[in-house]
């Protein structure tokens, strides 16, 4: 039974195992010595690509003296106190990531830490699609709000699509127009909180 509410029916953990690989946040569970109980399929991902900290079988590592100095005192501080905090790694490459240190205790359980990684973009791809068919947008404006909500500024936009300034200024005017939007940032911190869509393969994982 739920905690919050006893009335919930109890849900397996193989189940709660794949609604967590449907968000769109890295996420881990560790032990007070970086052993890994749980990681789902989009930390396991980010931790295959080029990041700050690296997974081996069970045990995640952390190359980075910098950072390894910045994670322990966060772990020590949830596992002892109970206390959450966020962290930046960068690692040699000075790739910068967000990691949220967030402590779980059950009584009679031993202690574990939820590492919950930053977002790797704004916006996902697959979402911005379903938000794209929903106010009929055409293949092109959809290009273009993609752009838009990776950081690019109309005038690169122009550049990457061989098109006049004034064609994507007339496209991003469209876009407005089409969601109902006073200007393209709200377009865009619309599309930034939108839920995500995994992908078939992930969400089936």
Known sequence: ???????????????????????DY????????????????????????????????AQLLVPWPADAAALHKALASALRFGGQSMVTLSGPSRQRVS??????????????????FGKDRVCEELSVDA????????????????????????GDIAQVQGVRL?????QIGCIRAKTGSRDIGAVVNRVSRLPPLPSLMRSAA
């Open 1 to 23: 039974m739920s905690a919050l509410n006893p009335r919930l029916p109890v849900v397996s953990s193989a189940l709660l195992a794949r609604m967590l690989n449907v968000l």
């Open 26 to 57: 890295g996420i881990l569970m560790v032990t007070d010595e970086l052993k890994v109980m749980y990681a789902n399929q989009v930390a396991l991902v980010e931790l295959q690509a080029e990041h700050p900290l690296r997974l081996l079988d």
């Open 99 to 116: 990691v949220s240190v967030v402590p779980l205790r059950e009584a009679g359980e031993a202690p574990a830490t939820l590492l919950i």
């Open 131 to 154: 938000f794209a068919r929903e106010h009929a947008l055409t293949l092109t404006e959809t290009r273009v709000l993609k752009l838009l909500c990776a950081g690019r500024r109309p």
């Open 166 to 170: 004034t064609t994507v200024r007339t």
